[in-house]
């Protein structure tokens, strides 16, 4: 069975400074790693995601986040937040067993960015 | 807009009530997911379609069942329905591997 651990429930910063989010996963096989965004009052969106290759993976809106397989982690990074970027963020993992391609979710982190 | 259309939006009801809630997918993915999103249990899995057929079942209650149909729109339904059953119920589709969600039905049992 997968698990996703998102070590931060809640991480306020200021406007224009670096942010990390973090993520580790657990599973007995390989995995796909996923970073989805959820703004208020809206479906979820996917930032990025890693299936194989480049340990580093570039997403949309300046986001991009490293894969560290030794570590089993999948942390989520931007150097300079904007407000807009005030959301919640949920790490996911999956693979294929069984045919299915069904993301297992972390409890989320709420990214709140003042200015 | 990901292409995923779920409706209602937003559905108020008592305990001991049935809903459906349905789902449009993307424009030719075969996959539809369900989840549940509440306060306390987070992003759940509920359940999985591949063309009309199940592929996979995760935390979905007995009292939950889904099904997706020939033109490949999937429905879900509730009943029975208890207070813990309020959330967010979202949709996602996929072809490749990446899952598409839509906006969710917002479920509010009274």
């Known amino acids: 069975a997968q698990s996703v651990t998102q070590l931060d429930s809640q991480v306020p910063v200021f406007e224009e400074a670096p942010v990390e989010l973090r993520c580790n996963y657990s599973?007995?096989?390989?995995?796909?790693l996923f970073w989805y965004v959820q703004y208020p009052n809206q479906g979820l969106q996917l930032l990025l995601k890693y299936l194989s290759g480049s340990t580093l993976v570039k997403g949309i809106n300046g986001f991009e986040a490293e894969f560290n397989k030794s570590q089993t982690s999948f942390h989520l990074r931007k150097p300079s937040v904007h407000i807009s970027d005030t959301a919640e963020y949920f790490c996911a993992v999956s693979n294929l067993q069984g045919g299915s391609e069904k993301l297992v979710f972390g409890k989320g982190t709420k990214l709140t960015v003042n200015p | 807009d990901s292409g995923v259309t779920q409706t209602p939006k937003h559905l108020i009801t008592a305990t001991g009530q049935r809903v459906t809630l349905r789902c449009s997918p993307r424009?030719?993915?075969?996959?539809v997911y369900w989840y549940q999103q509440s306060l306390d249990q987070g992003l759940q899995f509920l359940i999985h379609?591949?063309?009309?057929?199940?592929?996979a079942k995760g935390n979905i209650l007995e009292r939950f069942s889904a099904q997706q149909f020939p033109d490949l729109h999937s429905e879900l339904n509730l009943s029975s329905l208890e207070l813990g059953d309020s959330a967010l119920y979202f949709c996602?589709?996929?072809?490749?591997?990446?899952?598409?969600f839509g906006e969710g039905s917002r479920l509010t049992v009274l």
């Open positions: 379609y591949y063309n009309g057929e199940e592929r």
């Open positions: 599973s007995s096989v390989s995995v796909y």
């Open positions: 996602a589709s996929s072809a490749t591997g990446e899952l598409f």
């Open positions: 424009s030719g993915d075969l996959s």
